[in-house]
């Protein structure tokens, strides 16, 4: 979890109905994660069920994402924040949450485009804003947006509803201050995600496979 997507997914859920029951995928907590990366306080009240491939902190539920051993129109909300790079058919992976999601359910999106290779347990992709918009081609309304440089964001975020009609007037002002606050130079783009404690993390990992 960063603290970028963390701020996304609070102005998502001041913003725009978040039906419940909501289920997030790749909730697991990872080292130096345990706490900041639990999302339920944002959600106060809701039935917030975390899931991921592994058990562990924050995993109410093992779950494969490219077979949820879920009924049809079960979510009211489903959460893949920086979970698609790590699964492996994402194509899958997305046909099945649809599947999962009742009308008018929300989907919700974040994804890395440049960021290190990072490992919980593999990393397959990077997703541009045009590939959210491919994903997100099934869901209608949706919204696709990013953050960084508009020719090379380092972020790239995204919403969609299994039907519906939902107004962007609280949410369009948030984001643009969220898409202005998370802008970086150029240079400074890979870094994107390196605050704490997701960066820590990530560094420590880093420095271990350098002294082997």
């Given amino acids: 979890m960063r603290a970028l997507v963390k701020e996304f997914v609070r102005l998502v859920a001041e913003t725009l109905p978040v039906p419940e029951p909501i289920y997030e995928f790749g909730a697991l907590q ?3 994660q345990e706490g900041f990366a639990d999302l339920r306080p944002l959600f106060p009240g809701r039935e917030y069920v975390g899931c991921d491939l ?15 051993a879920l009924p049809d129109e079960t979510a009211g909300t489903v ?7 790590h699964v492996e058919r994402f194509w899958v992976a997305l046909e099945e949450v649809r599947r999962i999601l009742r009308p008018g359910g929300l989907l919700l999106l974040s994804s890395v485009m440049d960021f290190p290779i990072h490992d919980y347990p593999a990393d397959y992709w990077r ?3 045009e590939g959210f918009r491919a994903l997100l081609r099934p869901f209608e309304p949706s919204f696709v947006g ?6 090379a964001p380092h972020t790239v ?3 969609g509803y299994r039907g519906g009609e939902e107004s962007l007037e ?12 998370w802008r970086f130079p150029w240079g400074w783009r890979s870094w994107a995600a390196l605050f704490l404690p997701a960066g820590l993390s990530l560094i420590r990992r880093r420095l271990r496979r350098a002294a082997r």
């Fill in 30 to 32: 990872v080292p130096g």
């Fill in 54 to 68: 592994r058990p562990g902190p924050g995993v109410d539920r093992v779950l494969d994402l490219h077979h949820i």
């Fill in 79 to 85: 959460l893949l924040l920086d979970t698609l790079e």
């Fill in 127 to 129: 997703f541009t804003p």
């Fill in 146 to 151: 990013y953050a960084g440089e508009a020719d």
């Fill in 157 to 159: 975020v995204g919403w």
């Fill in 170 to 181: 609280a949410f369009l002002p948030r984001y643009r201050r969220w898409q202005k606050r």
